[in-house]
């Protein structure tokens, strides 16, 4: 697990390391493009390493905003607190991770932050209505195993930076279809040609590498979260009911988006995407519940 956890720390700072060459890239062939000269580099410089700093820091804070989430209070949510309470024991967390609550009826959960002592476990209405206690404390389990082995580092850095690319792309081709970028071929050099052209690669490619990238840190994670959650708990049969209620559930959950949908514990669009699929960001229900039982 140590292995793991020094594994995931280093792909966090690699890709927050690739994010700010990608933006930077991304950013000055727009500037370049809209004809803004030598001040191009210079923005998206300032542009690549602000977006970058934020997404790091604020990456709890942005993915709460966008799944609509709010505090969970120890009066109406005594259950949830009591149990997360004894899972900090069990796992050895050095903090409490925060508790957040999303209105929503399909029961799903998710956690995000930079760290164990900066974490945010959020869950839906739907999953403190349907799931029992042992069901509710393996969904918890998952998610704090997801915090200790610091994958919530990497999703919710994921997350913030593939949304992030998604709108400066949708920006971009707002404003080449409305006529906001001039070509003047009298001002560009080879080199900045070059550079242009590298940019709009990168700007034609970025959802495809966001999805590459989500899909190469979710899938694996899921499992070895799961194999950590009973590590916890000792109990594998109420995380595999709370897995069979939450993937058979057959509400939609609203604020689910393509940025966020790695996050959750089981994937949220319902009918769209089959799990087994090539571009699904988890695996099948059936293969986790089939990979917990041979824990017994």
């Known amino acids: 697990m140590f292995e793991d956890i020094k594994k995931n720390k280093i792909k966090s700072y690699f890709i927050v390391f690739m994010f700010l060459a990608f933006i930077s890239a991304i950013v000055y062939y727009i500037c370049m493009a809209l004809n803004l000269g030598e001040l191009s580099l210079i923005i998206a410089l300032i542009f690549a390493v602000v977006s ?31 149990i997360l309470d004894a899972l900090v ?7 409490t991770p925060r508790l957040y609550i999303v209105e929503d009826a399909q029961p799903n959960a ?25 069901e509710l404390e ?6 704090m195993a997801h915090i200790k082995n610091y994958d919530i580092l990497l999703s919710a850095v994921v997350s913030v930076m593939v949304g992030f690319v998604v709108i ?38 970025s959802p495809i590498f966001g999805k590459l990238m989500q899909l190469a840190i979710s899938r694996k994670r899921e499992f070895l979260a799961d194999a950590t959650a009973v590590e916890f708990t000792r109990n594998p049969d109420g995380l595999i009911s709370a897995l069979e ?15 966020t949908e790695n996050m959750y514990i089981v994937n949220p669009f319902r009918g769209k995407k089959k799990s087994s699929s090539l ?10 519940i089939e990979a917990l039982r041979n824990l017994k």
């Open 168 to 205: 400066i792309s949708d920006l971009f081709t707002r404003v080449a279809f409305w006529g906001g970028i001039r070509r003047d071929n009298d001002r560009e050099s080879k080199g900045n040609g070059i550079i242009m052209l590298i940019g709009l690669i990168f700007l034609i490619l």
């Open 52 to 82: 970058t700093w934020g997404s790091y820091y604020y990456s709890d804070k942005i993915v709460l905003s966008l799944n609509k989430a709010r505090p969970a209070t120890k009066e109406e949510n005594a259950r949830l607190v009591n």
């Open 245 to 259: 209620k939450i993937s058979g559930d057959p509400n939609e959950l609203k604020v689910a988006n393509n940025a």
């Open 110 to 134: 998710f956690a995000t932050g930079r760290n164990p002592q900066n974490s945010v476990i959020c869950v839906t209405t739907g999953l403190l209505d349907k799931l029992e206690y042992y």
């Open 279 to 288: 571009w699904s960001t988890h695996p099948s229900t059936a293969d986790r």
């Open 138 to 143: 393996g969904v918890l389990a998952h998610e």
């Open 89 to 95: 024991v069990s796992s050895g967390l050095p903090a």
